[in-house]
């Protein structure tokens, strides 16, 4: 089913700002003070402090130490970090007294934001098979300058700069045009039974549910539809949803920040990154959103990322590894010095590591996309059901 089956009407939403706070999560203000948290139920008020704790200390993990920022294994802990403030959410909206009117618009525009996810969700499982066809590029060259071969001949040397050849200029062509893979249909959940690929690969695709997105559509543009509009709730609002409107505008952030981070890490289609998060110092979590978020700011700021398709760490080391093997084989005269020989093996082997990083991640990665976006779905489904009051 296409995503545009699941579009409302809301409207434009203006873009947001930013904001800074100590990572001294304890002695942050909270955003619901004594006035407003007398018209709450005392246990539904404790339920939603947890929910904020709970945020915080999953975005503080990954701020922190542990798996290197933009890397793949990052990224699918940023997934699973979205996949837990979800399902808590979900448990929060549909537990709770949900007061009319208000909490229903609230909850109707956070649907509409997190169903322009599912376009992002798309491209990014598009991203990732791009990945996965540069890695049969790789493995090209790690079998053809592999270990087994005891001296490096003519031949060899001829098929890895082949490959590597073919890698830099598929490379390049996603730079000029954004992406090539907007062009095929998607639909996470069904099997095809076609041939995988064009270069014969015989692996079975996840579709989703929805088309792929066209060749007009924008990351960059989709980003700012996500994250227009975003506005901490007023005291009055708090009063009038008994609370609720403060998880809201917390999982309004969540879903930002996940879409924001997964389009500047994988290739998508016109990657734009100019979008600022606006946090009030009283949430617990802002410190750790705004660290991530200048974090990777400043990686996409420096001069050997600034025209990258993507920021994982892994597409880096690839474009290191690949320009510096090139540049080898370009230089190497037969009969090969040992010296020159030990370097080539050397830039295979470091190019291998890369590879095998990608062959343990990107399974696990696309089946974290493919589950949030169904979680998505699923959930905006059971809201609306919610909403219109079917049992």
């Not at 990107?362 to 779905?377: A, C, G, H, K, T």
Request: glycine letters at 6%; one cysteine or more.
């Amino acid at each position: 089913m296409p995503t545009a089956d699941f579009q409302g009407s809301s409207a434009p939403f203006a873009s947001t700002g930013r904001s800074f706070l100590s990572l001294r999560r304890d002695h942050a203000a909270d955003p619901m003070d004594a006035h407003h948290r007398h018209h709450i139920d005392a246990g539904e008020q404790r339920e939603l402090d947890a929910f904020q704790h709970q945020v915080a200390d999953l975005f503080h993990d990954l701020a922190g130490g542990g798996d290197e920022i933009l890397s793949i294994s990052w990224v699918r802990r940023l997934l699973d970090t979205f996949l837990v403030c979800q399902e808590e959410f979900r448990v929060i909206l549909f537990g709770h007294r949900r007061p009319p009117a208000l909490m229903d618009r609230l909850v109707s525009d956070f649907f509409e934001r997190a169903v322009k996810a599912l376009d992002v969700c798309n491209a990014v499982r598009d991203g990732v098979d791009q990945l996965r066809q540069w890695r049969k590029h790789l493995e090209i060259v790690i079998v053809a300058l592999g270990p087994h071969h005891r001296e490096l001949g003519e031949g060899q040397l001829r098929r890895a700069k082949k490959a590597l050849g073919d890698l830099a200029i598929l490379m390049l062509d996603e730079k000029d045009s954004g992406s090539v893979l907007s062009q095929r249909n998607r639909s996470f959940g069904r099997h095809s039974g076609s041939s995988s690929s064009s270069s014969g690969g015989r692996r079975s695709h996840f579709r989703s549910l929805s088309w792929s997105v066209s060749r007009s559509w924008s990351a960059s543009r989709q980003l700012q539809a996500i994250g227009n509009n975003i506005a901490a709730p007023r005291g009055h609002e708090v009063v009038e949803t008994a609370g609720l409107a403060v998880p809201v505008f917390t999982m309004n952030l969540v879903l930002l920040f996940v879409m924001w981070a997964l389009v500047a890490a994988i290739p998508c289609q016109d990657r734009g990154l100019q979008i600022h998060f606006s946090v009030p110092r009283s949430y617990l979590w802002a410190a750790s959103f705004t660290s991530l978020h200048e974090r990777i700011v400043e990686e996409s700021k420096k001069k050997d990322r600034k025209n990258s398709i993507g920021l994982l760490k892994e597409i880096h080391q690839i474009e290191k590894c690949v320009h510096h093997l090139i540049d080898l084989i370009d230089a190497v005269q037969l009969p090969m010095a040992e010296e020159k020989e030990m370097e080539v093996r050397q830039g295979v082997q470091e190019l291998a590591q890369v590879c095998e990083v990608m062959n343990v991640g990107l399974e696990p990665l696309e089946r974290l996309v493919r589950e949030v976006f169904l979680r998505i779905v699923r959930s905006r489904t059971e809201g609306l059901d919610c909403l219109n009051g079917v049992e």
